[in-house]
């Protein structure tokens, strides 16, 4: 892994760690091209190392491109004696990891939803809420047809996402139009441009599953002829500085992921201290309004 993927101050590469520190392991299973795009991790490591670095704790994160590799990774560093702790991030229904790191002894915090950790301390955001509130935003404006780019279908919070979306978007008899991304900016493009160049009746809005995806919408848009927000209202979701920087600038359902990073670390603490498992759920989070969302054309 190259550092300029994780531009952090103190993560350390595998093979660099010393030996006498206490570190807490990350394994991100990410193709190289969507951890460099991708600004969701970058800020969660800096919430992390806010509360661990005091405590004389290292993060050491190793990138891996899959399931295998990830498994093997854990199993390497409780051989080795290389971690004392473990975060988990981007758990599935009944993922064999939390079996996984319990059978090895390695003290575990899940990022996700409570019903993925098997009894495991839990950093949990409410996505199937949340993602309730971005439809009821857009409906509130008028619009009827709404289209939804998600992460990859696997993880438990793509999958509550969607489910939020499409339980809002029945109550309040929108129609919701799906597209499956993968969290860059290529794979979000493409999914834009199925939604809006594959159905009879085409959304007015799209909500996507990060910033990287909702940036490519916008040049999906243009492709498409079609401008934003006059004709396309795009809604991102994390609310990086990228959203600030675009043009126009998106609305976003916005969370503060360096705090996510500081509940976790202190869960992580928690944990290798022997405490019993708990809930910490961050702070809520809410719909920023800016240029890329309005009204859809009459």
Wanted: hydrophobic share 45%; with cysteine; net charge negative.
């Amino acid at each position: 892994m190259s550092p300029s993927l994780v531009p952090t101050a103190t993560p350390y590469l595998e093979e660099s760690v010393p030996k006498a520190s206490r570190r807490v392991g990350l394994v991100l299973e990410r193709a190289a091209q969507v951890l460099g795009e991708e600004p969701y991790y970058h800020e969660f490591l800096e919430g992390l190392e806010r509360v661990l670095t005091p405590a004389g704790v290292s993060v050491l994160v190793q990138v891996v491109t899959d399931r295998a590799a990830e498994t093997a990774t854990y199993e390497r560093w409780a051989a080795q004696a290389r971690v004392d702790g473990v975060v988990l991030v981007d758990l599935g229904p009944d993922d064999e990891r939390v079996e996984l790191v319990a059978r090895l002894g390695l003290p575990a915090v899940v990022l996700g939803d409570p019903s993925t950790a098997q009894g495991l301390p839990t950093v949990w955001t409410d996505d199937a809420g949340f993602a309730r509130e971005a439809v009821g935003y857009l409906a509130g404006l008028g619009h009827r047809v709404a289209g939804h780019v998600t992460g990859p279908p696997a993880f438990a919070h793509t999958q509550l996402r969607r489910g939020g979306l499409q339980a809002e978007a029945v109550e309040r008899g929108m129609t919701l139009l799906v597209a499956e991304g993968d969290y860059s900016y290529d794979g979000g493009r493409a999914a834009a441009l199925r939604l809006l160049t594959t159905h009879a009746v085409r959304p007015t809005a799209i909500v996507f599953d990060n910033d990287v995806m909702a940036l490519a919408g916008l040049e999906a848009a243009a492709e498409c002829g079609l401008k934003v927000p006059a004709d396309l209202s795009v809604v991102a979701w994390d609310d990086s500085p990228q959203c600030q920087l675009a043009v126009p600038a998106l609305s976003a359902m916005s969370h503060d992921v360096e705090r996510i990073g500081e509940l976790a670390a202190q869960a992580v603490l928690a944990a290798m201290a022997g405490a019993p498992a708990e809930v910490y759920q961050a702070s809520p989070a809410h719909i920023v309004v800016r240029s890329s969302t309005q009204a859809p054309a009459s």
